[in-house]
């Protein structure tokens, strides 16, 4: 059975970097049937994409969040990591890492998610 | 401003059918792209409901079904129960941002 979950800070300070780890078991992360990936939510709010991961290491990202954020992986460890620079605010929300089928493009498995804040 | 659409809030009484639609455009839903469904219970994350526009994955009651046409989808519940007051969004690929877009969620409130 796949579990994936998220580790980090849960406070950040205004323009430090916001960085997570999602430990994956029970699979793969250079498997190319999957891309592995960052969604996170607001308080109250709804689902935003943040970047993904493929087998091969290519990276794809939200326009929106694109200058402020790195994706990368670490295959001995079957972990994959976000970084977002210059937080404020309104990056303050639970992300969650998830796994994606590369053929369906489906999200078939989410972690618990973190709340991450960001305040002084 | 999500980049799909859907209504914020249905609700219907137990035992009744309720839909949710979801309204993409021509690079995403109408570029043929698959539509997922998920549903978020509070303080979870959320769970995958339907995916490529009709199929449940294992587990998932058969009272939930999904549709697409065109540059839309819809989630159709028949038999609600209160357990699935819950908060669903709907989920797709889209060409020019080469990326998932969501909708903004739908609230559903059982009577």
């Known amino acids: 059975q796949l579990q994936v979950q998220e580790s980090g800070p849960g406070l950040v300070k205004p323009s430090e970097t916001l960085s997570l780890t999602c430990s994956v078991s029970g699979g793969s992360i250079t498997s190319s049937s999957y891309f592995w990936g960052w969604i996170r939510q607001s308080p109250g709010k709804g689902l935003e994409w943040i970047g993904s991961i493929y087998y091969g290491g290519n990276t794809y990202f939200n326009p929106s969040l694109k200058s402020r954020i790195t994706i990368s992986r670490d295959t001995s460890k079957n972990q994959f990591s976000l970084r977002l620079n210059s937080v404020t605010a309104p990056d303050t929300a639970v992300y969650y890492c998830?796994?994606?089928?590369?053929?369906?493009?489906?999200?078939?498995?989410w972690g618990q998610g973190t709340l991450v804040t960001v305040s002084s | 401003q999500s980049v799909l659409t859907q209504p914020p809030s249905v609700s219907g009484a137990p035992g009744q059918r309720v839909t949710i639609s979801c309204t993409g455009s021509?690079?995403?839903?109408?570029?043929?792209?698959?539509v997922h469904w998920y549903q978020q219970l509070p303080g979870t994350a959320p769970k995958l409901l339907i995916y490529g526009n009709t199929n449940r994955p294992s587990g998932v009651p058969d009272r939930f079904s999904g549709s697409k046409s065109g540059t839309s989808a819809s989630l159709a519940i028949t038999g609600l129960q209160a357990e699935d007051e819950a908060d669903y969004y709907c989920?797709?690929?889209?060409?020019?941002?080469?990326?998932?877009?969501f909708g903004g969620g739908t609230k559903l409130t059982v009577l």
């Open positions: 998830v796994r994606g089928l590369t053929v369906s493009l489906v999200l078939d498995y």
């Open positions: 989920q797709s690929f889209d060409s020019s941002l080469s990326g998932w877009v």
């Open positions: 021509s690079s995403n839903i109408g570029a043929g792209y698959d």
